[in-house]
Antibody, heavy 123, light 108 residues
Framework: EVQLVESGGGLVKPGGSLRLSCAAS????????MTWVRQAPGKGLEWVGR??????????DYAAPVKGSFTISRDDSKNTLYLQMNSLKTEDTAVYYC??????????????WGQGTLVTVSS | EIVLTQSPGTLSLSPGERATLSCRAS???????VSWYQQKPGQAPRLLIY???SRATGIPDRFSGSGSGTDFTLTISRLEPEDFAVYHC?????????FGQGTKLEIK
């Protein structure tokens, strides 16, 4: 059974930093492309960024609002995905989900989701 | 960036009725790159449809997706009580993904 478990959320002041983790199990993490998606309170879903498998280059892409502030990385030895968030703003307040990317190369979609972790940016 | 606009914002229907949800893109999108998700309160989204019309594993056949170009549709043929939720469409293009703002399907 695929499981994705996010952690590391909490309350942080504007301008602060936070690192989220996503522990993966039930599939071959090394081969997986992974993403982060966020959802502000009462709002829709917003893609944050994606990391490819190391086999496919391990490169990252980010949404414009977080580019330069957020960094996605992975530790395949620990089956864990990370999201380093710097220079946080109040508008970064959201539930952050990690997801797997299915259909790579044909019809990419987010097939498995974690339960999410809440990040609150407030003074 | 491709913008997805979902309509209606809220859809009020009764169990047993047919639901038709729309997702319109600001420019043409490959149908291979359109997905739909269902989200219930307090839960993570769940994949329903990918490639515009392929049902994800375990999704009942009352859910179907269609469309091409800029217009895509999610149809629920006969609403069950558990289908009342928020539905999100999504597209992939130019190494990025965007979501629509969501359609809330509520019980009439």
């Amino acid at each position: 059974e695929v499981q994705l478990v996010e952690s590391g959320g909490g309350l942080v002041k504007p301008g602060g930093s936070l690192r989220l983790s996503c522990a993966a199990s039930g599939f071959t993490f090394t081969n997986a492309w992974m993403t982060w998606v966020r959802q502000a309170p009462g709002k829709g879903l917003e893609w944050v960024g994606r990391i490819k498998s190391k086999t496919d280059g391990g490169t990252t892409d980010y949404a414009a609002p977080v580019k330069g502030s957020f960094t996605i990385s992975r530790d395949d030895s620990k089956n864990t995905l990370y999201l380093q968030m710097n220079s946080l703003k109040t508008e970064d307040t959201a539930v952050y989900y990690c997801t797997t990317v299915g259909g790579v190369g044909s019809s990419p979609h987010f097939d498995y989701w974690g339960q999410g972790t809440l990040v609150t940016v407030s003074s | 960036e491709i913008v997805l606009t979902q309509s209606p914002g809220t859809l009020s229907l009764s169990p047993g009725e047919r639901a038709t949800l729309s997702c319109r893109a600001s420019q043409s999108v490959s149908s291979s790159y359109v997905s739909w998700y269902q989200q219930k309160p307090g839960q993570a989204p769940r994949l329903l449809i990918y490639g515009a019309s392929s049902r994800a594993t375990g999704i009942p056949d009352r859910f179907s997706g269609s469309g091409s170009g800029t217009d895509f549709t999610l149809t629920i043929s006969r609403l069950e009580p558990e289908d009342f939720a928020v539905y999100h469409c999504q597209q992939y293009g130019s190494s990025s993904y965007t979501f629509g703002q969501g359609t809330k399907l509520e019980i009439k």
